[in-house]
């Protein structure tokens, strides 16, 4: 984060305007809860996917009406578990094929609704927001649905952690230079440097303790994931900064909405799948 004037904060809140002990409780109980639901039974994993997922379509949904767009949320939502279903049990081309058929729901369903441009204008929106939350999501469904998945997805998020975690303590100490000054001010190349400093010590540490691997793949996982997740994150501020919004939702004390959360590690995890896919492939 970009080095800012003094300016006085309440009791507990960082510099970003967060209260950082209920945002490290809450992220903290995240954690656990992930880590249990996917070393115990990893489809209820895959039920937490799917109530998250369908929050952030929830809180994308209101928050595009901002702007008087209606995103056809019924056809989404059971699309959104079609598609995550899909790929968990049957793969990369069921997971195609399922966001396929959710965006045609969901043009037929706003087309039958209404006529005109606001129809297509909604549909088109609707589109998106299948390609955005699902589609993207199904990645790690499918890094779930391997042999190993409570493991590949275990590394998935500790290096989307690491992303965050190394971004803003660097950030915070020692940021000067804004990455992209017009739509995240508090981005800063020292934080980029710090994310990708300790998502490749994550990585290489993951790919040797997890899966006995190459340093090397842990590297590029690094890399991969910093790059992408940072994407993700610019993409959505830019669509919160359009529609005028400092959060999309409040679901998280401390983090703001699910989609706040989630939205780096929604662009990460199809990078993350394929380099694992490539480089470090399950076993038979």
Same mark, same amino acid.
């Given at each position: ?23 490290? !409780?809450?992220? $903290?109980? #995240? &954690? =656990? *809860? ?6 115990? @039974?990893?489809?209820?994993?895959? /039920? ?88 993207? !999501?199904?990645? $790690?469904? #499918? &890094? =779930? *649905? ?6 590949? @997805?275990?590394?998935?998020?500790? /290096? ?110 199809? /990078? ?13």
């Amino acid at each position: 984060m970009s080095q800012q004037p003094a300016v006085a904060h309440a009791p507990g809140a960082s510099r970003s305007g967060r209260d950082l002990p209920v945002a490290t !409780a809450v992220g $903290v109980g #995240l &954690l =656990l *809860a992930v880590g249990a639901s996917l070393f115990l @039974v990893k489809e209820v994993f895959g /039920l937490l996917a799917v109530v998250a997922v369908g929050a952030a379509l929830w809180e994308l949904a209101q928050a595009l009406v901002r702007r008087g767009i209606h995103v056809p949320l019924l056809p989404l939502l059971v699309g959104a578990v079609g598609i995550l279903l899909s790929a968990y049990t049957a793969g990369p081309e069921a997971l195609f094929v399922a966001f396929i058929l959710t965006v045609g729901g969901v043009v037929v369903w706003r087309i039958l609704d209404g006529n005109g441009v606001p129809a297509l204008r909604d549909a088109t929106a609707g589109a998106f927001a299948a390609a955005y939350l699902p589609f993207l !999501a199904g990645f $790690v469904m #499918l &890094l =779930l *649905a391997e042999p190993d998945g409570d493991w590949r @997805v275990a590394l998935f998020i500790l /290096l989307c952690v690491a992303n965050d975690t190394g971004g803003y303590a660097v950030g915070v100490l020692i940021g000067r230079h804004p990455l992209a000054p017009s739509v995240s001010p508090k981005k800063t190349w020292e934080g980029l440097l710090g994310s990708l400093v300790l998502a490749c010590v994550v990585g290489v540490v993951g790919i040797r303790l997890m899966f006995d691997g190459e340093p090397l793949v842990g590297v590029f996982l690094g890399v991969a994931t910093v790059a992408a997740a940072t994407m993700g994150d610019l993409a959505e501020s830019m669509l919160k900064r359009d529609l005028e919004l400092k959060d999309m939702g409040s679901l998280l004390p401390g983090h703001g909405g699910v989609l706040d959360r989630i939205d780096s590690m929604l662009l990460a995890a199809p /990078l993350v799948y394929l380099v694992l896919e490539v480089l470090q492939p399950t076993v038979s």
